[in-house]
């Protein structure tokens, strides 16, 4: 049986661009109804106008996830327009850099509340629908820096990533009962404007430390999201799935030296 969210409701934050955006198009190909919303309110408008032309239901609706009260106008507005929602794809977040020294409090209070503090929001605001339903897919967009890898200058950021897997593991046992499950991805270096913010000369020397050697794409942490949207993940819960090009699989970056083979005379 082919993995489908065909005729599903789907919220997507963090939609209008990377791997967000990613999101929002594969789920339309598929035939999911959608609702977009992020902050960018151009880039937004585009987006759906792009997904419309192309046959998608779609609606789009500015909002700050960092805001309960935004949240929970986005679940209304999805379920005004479709009369529900089966699927949650909280995507949106910042990846800032700043050593733990360099780190203000103000930083750390934003970062948490965009990336962490939103979690708990977007997740409560579609909650009460879901249960209704006795159906519901939750998908988060974590990060391996989060439980598997360290890195210098994204303490904070880890810290965010982690505590959204903490809390995704607990409401997984909460809201299994309801016939809801909740997981996350767990992308490694991908090619969002971020990445490409750094230059060519890094993603390059990123990608060379990949097995695959080059850094993923925003559909390939796309798919990932879809399967766990779809009702055939209905028996994941609590989960996280990497999606890293096997990233984080070599012991040291030493490794290069000896891989791959050199050939010999």
Not at 9 to 23: K, N, Y
Not at 52 to 79: F, N, P
Not at 89 to 113: I, K, Q, R, S, Y
Request: hydrophobic share 45%.
């Amino acid at each position: 049986m082919a993995i489908s969210v065909k005729d599903r409701v789907a919220i997507i934050t963090g939609a209008s661009r990377g791997i967000g955006r990613a999101i929002a198009e594969v789920m339309a190909a598929d035939g999911a109804k959608l609702v977009l919303g992020a902050r960018g309110e151009k880039d937004l408008s585009a987006l759906e106008q792009t997904l419309k032309e192309r046959g998608a239901d779609v609606i789009s609706v500015s909002a700050d996830v960092s805001c309960q009260s935004d949240m929970e106008s986005m679940s209304r507005a999805c379920q005004a327009r479709f009369g529900r929602i089966d699927i949650l794809c909280h995507n949106a977040g910042m990846f800032p850099t700043a050593l733990v020294e360099d780190t203000t409090e103000a930083m750390w209070d934003h970062l948490l509340a965009v990336n962490l503090k939103s979690t708990f929001f977007a997740v409560r605001a579609c909650l009460p629908a879901m249960k209704a339903a006795h159906y519901g897919r939750i998908v988060l967009t974590s990060s391996v820096a989060g439980l598997m890898s360290g890195f210098p200058t994204l303490s904070a950021y880890a810290a965010t990533k982690a505590g959204q897997v903490g809390f995704m593991r607990s409401a997984a046992i909460e809201f299994g009962p309801s016939g809801i499950t909740i997981n996350a991805v767990l992308p490694g270096s991908i090619l969002t404007d971020g990445l490409e913010g750094m230059g060519d000369e890094y993603v390059k020397a990123v990608g060379e430390g990949i097995p695959f050697g080059r850094v993923g794409k925003p559909e390939e942490v796309a798919h990932a999201v879809l399967f766990l949207a779809s009702r055939e993940a209905g028996y994941i819960t609590g989960q996280t799935l990497v999606v890293d090009g096997g990233q984080r699989l070599p012991h040291t970056p030493a490794m290069r030296i000896f891989w791959p083979p050199k050939e010999t005379s």
